[in-house]
């Protein structure tokens, strides 16, 4: 008898798995290769592989009663080890459910980052004042603080004036918000106690912010959307030029940045229905013209030689100061950066994962609009950064787009068939990241694209693959290959795969590659001497590592050392939100991290002009 | 053959001595009590007994040449160990050489405050940025202070968004000034390295300022002035009500004062020939209403049982969030407070004279508006506060004055005649401090005074005193002693010793005689045990102990115990203006002296009655 089996469709993966009758979630998450945080090992008991089944979730088990708030359990959140798979499934894995599943993929180990806040909401009871205890107002509500274990807290003066009457006001019980290592509101104790942070990565051309429960730890909401500024420039030295040509340009981006992160504050908020003035520090990771333009640091000196940043410390301001729209009185965290094209992301990222603490030899490669390789052990680390561009964002390809419903997002070639799958399984839209390193590698497998990257006329293909061939069109005079016919899409035209796509593509990966190559080099080490490679950037997750080698975007390894990180340098303004004591040892990755600029190396461009072609082709 | 003398006149003392020919005036200063700094003991190696001979100075010795600056030989300043008296002389002893001597008087020991300011102004060459070396401008700079032994330095955002066009406007050869941990200003190297900072003691009547070279540590200029505030009232409880009463009290006398901060800052840069810009730091020592104001914060509860203050701590702001108009991103430094009426002043007594470090039983007692005590040894210190009130500043005395040309400040009863001295040997004008002490010992010895303190009736006192008889006059129904004639005084008219001002004096020597004894009692210790009493005040340099103790303002202990330290609350405030490492010294004295608040110890009012009587009048 054939053994009984359901389909279950993972969120926001995309990866839809037959599982057999009565596997857990939790097993069957782990056969689609997607980690969900259980340090129980499944038993039920830690709490960590929470899911949400949106439709006809099963009752809660003990368990789950016993790990989930009933808010929770009503918002059909299960623990994954304790669903037993009886029907087909739809299954939302939350970002913080995968966060520790990333650092368990990189590390192997578990690296639960303890909870140490730098913004702390407390409800005190001070002991009124009387002859027999004189003690001033600040004193007083300093040493109750102190017995919460919040001590060595200062005042400001500013809110030392309002304390007396505020203290009055409220018998001597207030809730206080403390951040860093300051005083920074008095608060009636009926207010909320509800404390949030929100981490934001802030990409070239893609935002990503984690609103946090500070009392937690815990991620409530994911926002993410376009990098606004993209309309002035689709990479950095773009919209610097822009800065240093249009008078208050730099202006004109602080300002679009800094209302998308409003904006998803607001979003974020109104999804897990809060006010945005419970959200009192915002940590940010990004690249240094990211940084410079959201700080209003100058930009322009960054893309001129000698390409120097302003100031590549951490930075702590009013977070109004930046027009951010928290509370009041909240602060901004910006993250230390490394150098002028290697950010504070790659600080991120390099924390995250864990490279600063590790003995064994590992490679990061953070595929954004710059890509940022790391290569090192805790002695040494080393870095540089390549001009990718945005091609993997969905940029600067004809029919590129974001991952988003619609968006092709894998490509297989079997036989001389095109498999397309898109996301939501929707009518085709465009092509997303992952679908366009597909694509590009199923036509050199398909012999479509020479070792050069130029694709072949059709005529010459017609006699091996005459499916194929049939693919190969122009359009308007340049070469294209079809990859989604009239009926497979939403709008009814064919999406295309152009030539000048596939140059970007080339661009790309040779700049990958080749700084890769310059990195071992330095370091004196061998490709096979690397003993993981880790896949960052907000699309890494999705990336097929067979296909990303097929087209050399990543050095010649073994799949199996190959580990998806997802948006590490996200993970990384993460952490540095829900543990400041990081923020030193950010301080000390920034400035022991050691730089490679590869316009300076001679041989850089060589490497690079190779690193284009294709590896098939070559062979 | 008679030995040659001169007369030496010391100022600001207004001592006159006879002084033998040839006599050095190092050593003539010793022989009146007036101690100068001289740590090589009168070898002219240390450059410590400066003092200034304004008329007919002698030429400067090689050791004065080598010692002092072209500029300080032209104001006429020599050494004292090498001006030898071949004439009658007048001699300045300005205050930054008088400083080592209060502290070698109090401990015996020479207190040098290690140089360790909290501003520093540095010229810095940096290397220029190039391809080999793309350190972030800030960065850059942070590691050329780093080198100079400034480090862990930041720089604020502020700061840094200036940074690049300044260092390359500047060719990357800035001054910078430091304050605290962070750069804020990168200047022209072309501007002046003046680098000044301003410790202010702000007294309830009287304000001291000491500009201060940072550079060097040493004291250029003492300003001083009458307190503003004391049109709303001459003590601080008056003050409060007024603030309580009117609205925008708080801030009418918060104006005050900074305005008078500002003209002292103003007129002492006028006379060291300087910019108050180039004043970067004021630090601020004066009791908690005194600090409250000054900050802004809130006073009405500090009269009111509990009496609390609204904040102890330390505070460091803006200069220009208060009003004080020095370097626009100076700062202001004020000392913590131990209680609502133990002040920083307290803390800058108990800094000056070591009683924190010091294993000996000594007794402090800073006689102002209200009179601060503090007893005890490194081990334990216990304080009181006593409402003394401003008979000894000259106020509330119907012709009191404070310490300046013409006032009375010494008056001597020899036989029947008194004789008095004034100031400056100018035609007197009123009493100030040390005269009324000395006025009122004067009546005591005279049998004028009764115990109780009543002036005895004319007739009562003919018999036996007639010369004093006579000075024992009705003035507008009260009685009162006539001390200086028409002929003796500038307007033409008598100057009185009213009833009312004994009174005055009797309340404020019993409220400190009292305090002295219930700290004593609290201690479990006799005033035997006592090893010194260290009279502290804006005059307490000036009084002669044997009048002090004949009136019973100081505690029954041989004279040899009474030791005086000048206004040590001013010195306090210099040594943190000139190290800021003793700020942390200064908050953990704070928050470990004891407060004893005399109005809650039920046996306190009794004692404060017998106090006042006169200890001769009882004997």
């Known amino acids: 008898m054939a053994e009984k089996t359901h389909r279950v469709a993972f969120q926001p993966d995309g990866r839809t798995l037959t599982v057999r009758a009565g596997q857990t979630l939790l097993e069957a998450a782990r056969a689609a290769g997607i980690h969900l945080e259980a340090p129980c090992g499944g038993k039920g008991t830690c709490g960590g592989c929470r899911v949400i089944i949106p439709h006809d979730a099963p009752p809660p088990s003990a368990a789950c009663r016993r790990e989930l708030s009933g808010e929770e359990i009503r918002r059909q959140m299960r623990l994954a080890c304790q669903v037993r798979v009886d029907r087909d499934l739809r299954v939302v894995i939350p970002e913080e459910t995968r966060l520790g599943n990333q650092k368990i993929l990189t590390e192997g180990v578990e690296r639960k980052v303890p909870l140490a806040p730098n913004v702390h909401k407390v409800a005190v009871h001070l002991p009124e004042p009387s002859v027999s205890d004189q003690r001033a107002d600040g004193e007083r509500l300093l040493d109750a603080l102190a017995e919460k274990g919040l001590a060595d807290l200062t005042i400001d003066v500013k809110t030392a004036r309002d304390l007396p009457a505020r203290l009055r006001s409220l018998d001597f019980h207030p809730a206080v918000v403390v951040i860093g290592d300051e005083v920074v509101h008095v608060d009636r104790p009926g207010a909320s106690e509800a404390c949030y942070g929100m981490a934001f990565d802030i990409g070239t051309t893609t935002l ?13 909401v994911v926002a993410s959307r376009a990098n606004p500024q993209t309309a002035y420039g689709d990479d950095v030295i773009a919209r610097i030029e822009y800065c240093g040509r249009q008078t208050g340009g730099a202006r004109t981006l602080q300002a679009l940045a800094v209302d998308a992160m409003n904006e998803m504050v607001a979003e974020a908020c109104r999804r897990a229905d809060l006010k945005p003035s419970v959200v009192y520090e915002v940590t940010m990771v990004g690249n240094t013209t990211m940084n410079h333009l959201l700080l209003r640091l100058p930009v322009t000196q960054i ?13 702590s301001v009013a977070a109004r100061d930046v027009g951010l729209k928290i509370h009041p ?18 600080v991120g990222v390099i924390l995250a994962t864990g490279m600063n603490e590790s003995a064994r030899l590992r490679l990061a490669i953070d595929i954004g609009t710059n890509g940022e390789i790391v290569l090192g052990t805790r002695e040494r680390l080393i870095a540089c950064s390549t001009a990718a561009g945005p091609a993997f964002e969905g940029a600067r390809i004809r029919y590129g787009m974001r991952a988003a419903t619609g968006a092709i997002d894998r490509v297989d070639l079997q036989g001389e068939t095109l498999v397309l799958h898109t996301i939501d399984d929707a009518p085709a839209v465009g092509l997303c990241g992952t679908g366009l390193i597909d694509a590009v590698a199923a036509m050199v497998e398909g012999g479509v694209l020479g070792a050069s990257g130029r694709m072949r006329a059709a005529a010459d293909v017609a006699a ?12 308007d005079g340049d070469p294209a290959f079809l990859l989604a016919g009239k009926k497979e899409t939403e709008s009814g035209h064919p999406i295309l795969l152009m030539q000048k796509d596939v140059r970007e593509v080339q661009l790309a990966k040779g700049a990958m590659a080749a700084g890769v190559e310059m990195l071992l080099e330095e370091f004196g080490a061998a490709i096979g001497d690397v003993e993981e490679v880790l896949l960052a950037g907000a699309f890494g997750n999705f990336i097929r590592p067979d296909r990303a080698l097929a087209i050399g975007l990543l050095p010649r390894v073994p799949v199996a050392k190959v580990k998806f990180v997802g948006n590490a340098a996200g993970a990384g303004a993460r952490m540095l939100l829900v543990n400041r004591r990081l923020r030193q040892v950010a301080d000390d990755v920034a400035r022991g991290v050691e730089h490679i600029e590869l316009s300076q190396r001679p041989d850089f461009q060589a490497r690079f002009a190779e690193a284009m072609f294709f590896p098939a082709g070559k062979a």
């Open 208 to 220: 990503a912010g984690y609103l946090t429960d500070l009392v937690t730890g815990r991620v409530v």
């Open 303 to 315: 893309a001129r030689a000698p390409f120097v940043a302003a100031s590549a410390a951490a930075h």
């Open 329 to 346: 009185l909240g602060r901004l965290y910006t993250a230390p950066l490394i150098a002028s094209f290697v950010g504070a992301d790659t």
């Open 464 to 475: 091996t693959r005459p499916a194929l061939a049939r693919r190969l069109i122009g359009s």
